[in-house]
């Protein structure tokens, strides 16, 4: 049983921690695939600095998910995901990527504060 446990948790984490490095990535690779040796080198520290910052909305779609709206958790991340990892592509630094996928994310909080619990 414990076992299953921390495989459930990776099932979270994982995709939690590399959906936002994934997603700007897949957006250089789009805008700059004439010049790939502009933005490859950077790769792996970018990932270390982006991974925490996608950490908000996943959360927020995990606690819409344990109330039960696990299709609307699903498509909230999709979509908020989908709008946020090209917007944050162009941002200058660390700071600012956090700031924006912070924001990018209220909307999931607000569903999570506003969705009723089921019954």
Known sequence: MDNRRRIEGCG????????????VFVTAAVLFWTAPEAWTPMLPESAAALAPCGLPLALACRLIWRLGYRRSAWVTWVGLGAVTAP???????????????????????LAWWWLPEPD
């Open 12 to 23: 979270f984490w994982a995709p939690a921690l590399l959906w936002l490095p994934l997603g």
């Open 87 to 109: 917007l944050v592509a162009g941002l200058p630094g660390p700071l600012s990527i956090a700031a924006w996928a912070v924001v990018t994310s209220l909307p999931a909080w």
